[in-house]
């Protein structure tokens, strides 16, 4: 019966879930034979939406197989809830990277709910282990949206190849396509390439770079670009940093730098600090995540990567070890490859039932 308070009906194969989309007007379908075009439309954009959904999925089914089958081999019908039960339910989110930390607090949660609802069949865990791991990445429902007065300046960073550059593609795509003005600062001037690769991203977006030699200090790049965006009266500001190992101080205090420089230039800018992670990297990421957030603190973060194998549980552990919310997800290498993290979409992906709110 618990069951029925979290689950949906699963959508007939191939249909569209028509009862989960009454909750965006703007994806609403009409069924009426004589809105024949319309329903088509519509069917094509929720085909669309499968595919990311299912790209999703398939990159979480490695943590599905660590995490949720094997959870899910402890919940059987009579198996009562005890102690035991709820410390290997731990030991299995630990071991796949839920980290210690994240774990600890989903499984307080879980035990309090227990009590409240007075659930003691095993069977009813897993809904509230789902509604519980829901709760902990959805409390903060926040986007990459553009929210203060121009210029929005948002401030990229991550190690070498988490998806930075990728991301601020697809990024300059979204604000783009939003009537937004772009400029893109290569604060990566480490890298000859490191600046040809943004260029190419730009280029797809019809976005301006402000750009200079290799080995220029980056913070002068951002001066002139945070300069650049005020006089050409732009809306939006990215900037691209150079991928650094969290362990080399030098460069975080460089990194550190730069956030000071566009503090002093623009008051309250960064407006976003976006850390980019790569979702099949695992335990090493939430380390590298603290210490970025200690060079500057991080107001987001984007997970990349996840139509890898990507190891999902890390998703749940930057959370709770940061306390900042996951806002992005890349599924892919093309422009709009690039979703708002939903944490209803990403938890129904891991336990693959097709209950997104797609
Ligand atoms: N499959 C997949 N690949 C991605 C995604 N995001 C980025 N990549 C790939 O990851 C690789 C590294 O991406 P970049 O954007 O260059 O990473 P970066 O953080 O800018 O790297 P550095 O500039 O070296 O620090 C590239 O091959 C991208 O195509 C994603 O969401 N899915
Ligand atoms: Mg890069």
Redesign the pocket.
């Known amino acids: 019966m618990l069951k029925n308070l979290f689950r949906r009906q699963k959508p007939k194969d191939n249909q569209p879930d028509i009862s989960t989309l009454d909750r965006r007007p703007s994806e609403e379908v009409s069924p009426s034979p004589s809105e024949d075009s319309d329903f088509s439309s519509t069917a094509d954009s929720i085909n669309k939406k499968k595919s990311w959904f299912q790209r999703l999925t398939s990159g979480l089914s490695k943590t599905r197989k660590n995490l949720v089958t094997q959870i899910q081999g402890l919940l059987r019908i009579g198996r009562k809830i005890d102690e035991e039960l709820l410390e290997e339910i731990e030991e299995i989110l630990i071991q796949s990277d839920v980290g210690v930390k994240a774990t600890m607090t989903l499984m307080d949660n879980v035990r309090d709910v227990v009590k409240e609802r007075m659930i003691d069949e095993s069977a009813d865990l897993e809904a509230v282990i789902k509604e519980q791991i829901e709760l902990m990445l959805g409390q903060d429902g926040q986007s990459v949206s553009i929210i203060h007065d121009s210029p929005h300046v948002i401030l990229v960073l ?1 190690v ?8 601020i593609g697809k990024l300059c795509h979204r604000f783009k396509s939003e009537g937004k003005s772009v400029l893109v600062a290569a604060a ?1 001037t480490f890298r000859a390439a ?1 600046a040809e ?1 943004l260029q190419i991203w730009c280029e797809r977006s019809d976005t301006d770079l402000i750009r200079s030699d290799e080995g220029i200090d980056p913070a002068s790049v951002v001066f002139d670009a945070l300069h650049a965006t005020q006089s050409r009266q732009v809306d939006v500001l990215i900037i691209d940093t ?2 650094r190992l969290h362990t080399k101080k030098p460069l975080m205090d460089e990194l550190a730098k730069i956030g000071r420089v566009i503090s002093r230039e623009i008051p309250k800018a960064p407006h976003e600090v976006l850390l ?1 992670v790569d979702g099949t990297a695992g335990q090493n990421a939430i380390i590298q995540a603290n210490v970025f957030n200690e060079a500057v603190p991080v107001t987001g973060v984007a997970v ?2 996840l ?2 194998t990507a190891k999902g549980g890390v998703v749940i552990a930057i959370r709770q070890e940061i306390g900042v919310p996951i806002k992005l997800i ?4 093309q422009l709009d ?1 690039l979703r708002d993290f939903v944490a209803q979409d990403f938890v129904s992906a891991l336990f693959e039932n097709d209950e997104s709110s797609i």
Do not use: L, R, Y
């Open positions: 991550g070498n190849g988490a998806g930075k550059t990728t991301t990566d490191a690769q150079a991928g980019v990349t990567k139509d890898g890349g599924i892919g290498e490859d």
